[in-house]
C-alpha cells in the first residue's frame, strides 16, 4: 500500500473520478478515449472488462501519471478545522496488579529509581552495618522487579515525546481490583470500582466525559506531572484488564484519528467484563471473546490502533486478546521486561498514516484471485474489496492471483489472448487522512505477459513473494489450520529457493513454522488428557506473538541474515 510515501510525491487529481458501469474500474493514465464520429461522443472501453463507457472528459482532466489521489470530501468538510495544532492521544494502559511486583536479578549493585525496597534495605543489615543476603542472593546483583521496568520504560518515552512530539497528549491508566484514570498527571486520579466495572457502555461512557478533564494538556507541559504519577503507582491486587482498556480506550477516542491505547500486562484478567479467568463454559467463553472483538472494532471505526506488551515467562491468553491488535494495526509483543523501553519504542515509531482504509484490487477480466477470502471476491474473481481499517507507515498488503483456467479463457469471446501482450491492473485505497479529508488513491499498471515459466521465474520480486507466504502462513495460523500454514510455507519455499531472498526467508519463516510445530504437539498432549478449561487459549502467548508479527512482516521489518 502506498497512502504515504515519503520518497514519491503523488499528483492530486483534477476532477472526479470516472467509473466503468460494470466493473467499477477506474479511467486512468492507461485508458483510452476514442470518439464516435457521429455525434462527437469519447467512449472509454474499460481495459479490465471491456465494458464501453460514454465519458466527457477535458484536457486537463486525462490523468498523466499512473498514481493519483482523489480527494472526494476535503477535511473542511468533514470536521471544522482544528486550531493549535492538535496532535494524537497516547494512552499508556498498565498493569499494576500484585504479580508487577516480580523480581528478577541482573549483575552488579546498583541505585535505581522506582525502587520501592531501598527504605527496607536497613532491616538486612547487622548490627555492625554490614549488609547480609538471604540464600542464593549475590553481593554483585540487583533485583528489578517489572513494576520497575515498566516505570523506566514509560518515563524515557515521556522524555522522548516531550521534545519529539510536544503536541501529544499522553495519559496513564492503571488497573489491579480496580481501574485508576491518571490522565494527564494535572488531577488526582480518577478511580472507576465495583459494579461500574462489569458496564461496559456505562464505563466507556464515563470515561470519555472524564478525558475531557483528564487529558487537557500536551505532553510538553505534563511530562512533570505524568513522571510524578509513575513514581506514586503501588502494586497490589488483581487484574481488570477488560475495565483498564476500555477506559483508556475511551480516553483515547477524545483524540485524533491516528490516537493509540498500548497495553502492557503480565498475567490474565480476572476482574470486571472481559474476564479470562475461570470462564465456565462455551457461552462464556464466546461472550468474553465478542467483548474484546467489540472493542476492536470499536477502536478501529475510530482510527484508534492497541497493542498488547506481556511479559515472557507468564501466559495472558492472547489469543482472547488478539482481536484488539489485529482489528486496528496493533503489535502483539512479547517482552523481557528489561527490553521494555526499546520495545515501547518500536511500537510507536511506526505512526498511523491513515484510517478506515478499505482496499480495491481490479484485474483484468482472465485472472482471478486465489488464497484470498471468497467472501471479499467478487466479479467473477477479478475484484478483491479488503478492509484494512487502521494503516501504519510502511505497512504492506500482499495478494495473490493467477490466470483462470483454459475453459474459463475459452468462454471470453470479446478476447483472443494469442494476441494480448499486457494485462491490467488496477489497486484503489480509499481512506481518511488524519487531516480529516476522505481520499482515493489510485494506482494503475499494465504488466507484459508471457508464456515461459522460466522466463516469469527470473523476472519475479521474491522479495515480495517472500512477504506474501509468510503473511498467508500467519493468516492461515489465525485461522488454527497450522498444518496449512506450514505446507503453505514450505511450498513458497520450494519457488523461493535459489533467490538471494532464500535466506532471509528462512530466517523469518522458521520461528513461525517451529512454533505451529510445537503447538501441534501441545495440541495432542491435551487431547490425551481429554479435559478442556474454556479459560486456556488454544494457542500459547508465545505462538500468538509470532503470528501477529508474521501477519505484519514487510520488506522493512524482514530480519535480514
Not at 179 to 194: Q, S
Not at 393 to 409: D, H, I
Request: glycine share 8%.
Amino acid at each position: 500500500m502506498c497512502i504515504r510515501d515519503r520518497s514519491t510525491w503523488v499528483a492530486v487529481a483534477t476532477g472526479d473520478a470516472v467509473i466503468c458501469s460494470r466493473c467499477k474500474g477506474i479511467f486512468n493514465f492507461y485508458s483510452t478515449l476514442t470518439k464516435d464520429s457521429a455525434d462527437d461522443k469519447q467512449v472509454w472501453q474499460c481495459e479490465f472488462c471491456g465494458n464501453p463507457n460514454e465519458v466527457q472528459l477535458e484536457e486537463e482532466e486525462l490523468p498523466k501519471v499512473d498514481q493519483l489521489t482523489y480527494v472526494l470530501q476535503s477535511a473542511q468538510q468533514v470536521m471544522e478545522k482544528k486550531e493549535g495544532g492538535e496532535d494524537i492521544t497516547l494512552m499508556f494502559c498498565i498493569d499494576v496488579s500484585g504479580s508487577m511486583c516480580v523480581t528478577q536479578p541482573i549483575e552488579g549493585r546498583m541505585a535505581l529509581k522506582y525502587d520501592k525496597l531501598k527504605k527496607l534495605q536497613t532491616l538486612k543489615k547487622f548490627g555492625n552495618g554490614s549488609q547480609q543476603y538471604t540464600q542464593g542472593e549475590r553481593a554483585n546483583q540487583t533485583y528489578v522487579s517489572r513494576m520497575q521496568c515498566v516505570q523506566t520504560a514509560i518515563e524515557s518515552q515521556l522524555k522522548g515525546l516531550s521534545s519529539g512530539a510536544p503536541k501529544r497528549k499522553v495519559g496513564i491508566v492503571t488497573f489491579s481490583n480496580d481501574v485508576a484514570l491518571i490522565g494527564d498527571g494535572t488531577l488526582p486520579p480518577k478511580v472507576y470500582a465495583g459494579d461500574k466495572l462489569t458496564n461496559f457502555e456505562g464505563l466507556l461512557e464515563a470515561s470519555q466525559k472524564d478525558a475531557d478533564a483528564y487529558m487537557t494538556k500536551p505532553i510538553e507541559a505534563t511530562q512533570a506531572d505524568l513522571i510524578k504519577g509513575l513514581e506514586r503507582i503501588e502494586e497490589s491486587g488483581q487484574t481488570a484488564l477488560g475495565p483498564g482498556l476500555v477506559v483508556a480506550l475511551g480516553a483515547a477516542l477524545k483524540g485524533i484519528p491516528g490516537s493509540r491505547v498500548i497495553i502492557c500486562t503480565d498475567g490474565l484478567a480476572n476482574v470486571g467484563i472481559g474476564s479470562i479467568e475461570n470462564l465456565e463454559n462455551e457461552k462464556t467463553a464466546k461472550e468474553t471473546e465478542e467483548f474484546y472483538k467489540k472493542v476492536g472494532e470499536l477502536a478501529r471505526a475510530k482510527g484508534v490502533s492497541i497493542s498488547i506488551v506481556s511479559i515472557v515467562s507468564e501466559e495472558c491468553n492472547l489469543e482472547m486478546l488478539s482481536p484488539l491488535a489485529d482489528l486496528t494495526g496493533g503489535d502483539i509483543i512479547k517482552v523481557n521486561p528489561m527490553n521494555l523501553s526499546s520495545d515501547f519504542a518500536s511500537i510507536l515509531s511506526e505512526s498511523i498514516v491513515a484510517t478506515n482504509v478499505e482496499l480495491r484490487m481490479k484485474l483484468h477480466k482472465g485472472l482471478t484471485f486465489r488464497n484470498e477470502n471468497p467472501a471479499q471476491i467478487s466479479e467473477d474473481g477479478s475484484l478483491l474489496v479488503k478492509p484494512i481499517g487502521n494503516a501504519t507507515e510502511g505497512q504492506e498488503v500482499t495478494v495473490e492471483y493467477c490466470a483462470k483456467s483454459e475453459e474459463e479463457l475459452k468462454k471470453m469471446s470479446d478476447v483472443d489472448f494469442t494476441k494480448v501482450k499486457e494485462l491490467s491492473f488496477q489497486v484503489q485505497i480509499s481512506y481518511d487522512s488524519l487531516a480529516g479529508a476522505k481520499c482515493v488513491r489510485l494506482i494503475t499498471k499494465k504488466l507484459g505477459i508471457t508464456f515461459e515459466k522460466e522466463h516469469a521465474k527470473k523476472s519475479a520480486n521474491y522479495e515480495v513473494i517472500s512477504i506474501n507466504a509468510i503473511q498467508k502462513s500467519a493468516k492461515l495460523a489465525q485461522k488454527g489450520d497450522y498444518r496449512a500454514a506450514q505446507a503453505n510455507a514450505v511450498h513458497w519455499q520450494k519457488m523461493i529457493k535459489g533467490s538471494e531472498h532464500y535466506d532471509n526467508f528462512l530466517t523469518n519463516v522458521k520461528p513461525l513454522y517451529n512454533a505451529l510445530e510445537k503447538q501441534q504437539n501441545e495440541d495432542v498432549q491435551k487431547s490425551k488428557v481429554g479435559k478442556f478449561e474454556f479459560s486456556k487459549a488454544k494457542s500459547n502467548d508465545a505462538t500468538v506473538h509470532l503470528v501477529n508479527q508474521a501477519t505484519r512482516i514487510s520488506s522493512k521489518k524482514m530480519k535480514k541474515k
